[in-house]
């Protein structure tokens, strides 16, 4: 690998030269099946002509100015996102954990304007909020944390998908000021939580006086069936954090808040240089313009049920398939044994899967995806993890 680059990514042995739709191509030629977008980045497929078509154009009109002015992309786009969202205000930067960071920041404003004076924000075990200092000390991964001790304080962690412990934390600590939660656990192992679950801790946060902010970073941007996930449950959060599938692949990031939450950062309390400068503003304002031009999340919907419906078919019952579970075109596949090794060998075939949490086969395509791609995907992956599991198992690996 490049030794003037930093060793922070076990990058697979593959460099893609171009992209058209769910495929890419790698600089020998070879061609394979994207059934992962970037990490659930690159929603409209590869080279959209809208969004190439929105980048170019902008780039030569304006890129840059500074929010010390008034960017006319950005309040469009802020316009645009509060008015689907329900949501009544946005803050734009670059990236999933900077979205959560200013979360975090309007939950202790707003705790602290209520006189909480060490307030704390209650997150998931097993819930991913990003690398920065204060978002991997949210996140529920002691190895995402390991060796940046002293963490950020004011979290307190409870189980997922689990009412009664957030009843208790209510009960023990006054102090807390809200709570951050993904509507499904993407890095933590495509982990869907009961149907009522928001639901549930919306009234919880509604009781006790907490906000509720959802990290639609993974779920958002009609992955699931909906333009923002927990629009299937019918509650309007707090505060939604966005990122990935925002822009398509170029770098955008949005904390939506409503309610009081809308109004806690003002002048001098939060910024971002780039934030939703006019060419970020420009591509994500395509970006969600296609989305629902084209329906892409109906089509998520019906393409992730004819997806898991495929897979259970032909998985459901086999001996190491634990469950095929996931909403919408995210969809994560069980093993009872570490399977890293898949990834590898799905490239060797010509298609891009990933594994989190070391057992679980996760699919993030795009949500263009044609039934014929589909297909092809189902049968491929479908071979793959049943030849998988027919291979005597290596010992040594089974530790993982
Ligand atoms: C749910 C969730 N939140 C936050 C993040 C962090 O986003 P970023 O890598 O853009 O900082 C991710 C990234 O995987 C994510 O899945």
Redo the contacts with the bound molecule.
């Keep these: 690998m490049n030794e003037s680059l930093m060793a922070t990514y076990n990058r697979l042995p593959v460099t893609f030269a171009r992209g058209e739709g769910v495929w890419l191509w790698d600089t020998a030629g070879k061609r394979y099946l994207d059934a992962l977008s970037g990490?659930a980045v690159c929603g409209l497929g590869h080279a959209h002509p809208a969004v190439r078509e929105a980048l170019c154009d902008q780039a030569g009109i304006l890129v840059h100015t500074s929010n010390l002015y008034r960017v006319g992309a950005q309040e469009t786009l802020g316009e645009t996102l509060t008015a689907l969202s329900g949501m009544d205000s946005a803050f734009f930067c670059n990236?999933?954990?900077e979205a959560?960071e200013a979360a975090i920041k309007i939950a202790r404003l707003h705790a602290h304007r209520q006189g909480i004076e060490q307030p704390a924000v209650l997150v998931m075990e097993s819930g991913?909020?990003?690398?920065t200092l204060a978002t991997l000390s949210a996140t529920g991964n002691r190895k995402v944390q390991a060796g940046f001790e002293p963490l950020v304080q004011g979290f307190v962690r409870v189980a997922y998908n689990d009412l009664g412990v957030v009843e208790t934390a209510a009960a023990n600590r006054p102090n807390i000021a809200a709570i951050l939660v993904?509507p499904i656990q993407?890095?933590g192992g495509i982990i869907v939580p009961a149907d009522d679950y928001l639901n549930r801790l919306r009234e919880l946060c509604d009781r006790y006086g907490w906000l509720l902010m959802l990290?639609e970073?993974?779920t958002g941007m009609g992955r699931t069936g909906h333009l923002f996930s927990y629009q299937g449950s019918g509650i309007q959060p707090d505060v939604v954090t966005l990122?990935?599938g925002l822009g398509n692949g170029f770098p955008i990031?949005a904390c939506l808040a409503r309610g009081a939450a809308a109004g806690v950062l003002g002048p001098g309390t939060h910024g971002s240089t780039f934030g939703g400068s006019p060419l970020a503003s420009r591509v994500a304002h395509t970006v969600i313009e296609t989305l629902r031009c084209d329906r892409l999340a109906e089509r998520a919907a019906q393409m992730g049920d004819y997806l898991l419906a495929g897979f259970r078919r032909a998985l459901d019952g086999t001996a190491g398939v634990v469950e095929v579970r996931g909403r919408g075109l995210m969809i994560g596949i069980e093993l009872d044994r570490p399977c890293g090794d898949l990834v590898g060998q799905a490239l060797e075939m010509g298609m891009l899967i990933n594994v989190t949490a070391e057992r679980v086969v996760r699919l993030l395509p795009p949500l263009i995806l044609e039934q014929t791609e589909a297909d092809l995907l189902l049968t491929e992956l479908t071979g793959l993890i049943l030849g998988f599991l027919e291979t005597p198992r290596d010992s040594t690996k089974l530790e993982g």
Excluded at 128 to 131: P, S
């Design positions: 990490i990236s999933g954990a959560n991913f909020h990003g690398r993904e993407g890095e990290d970073i993974q990122a990935k990031g």
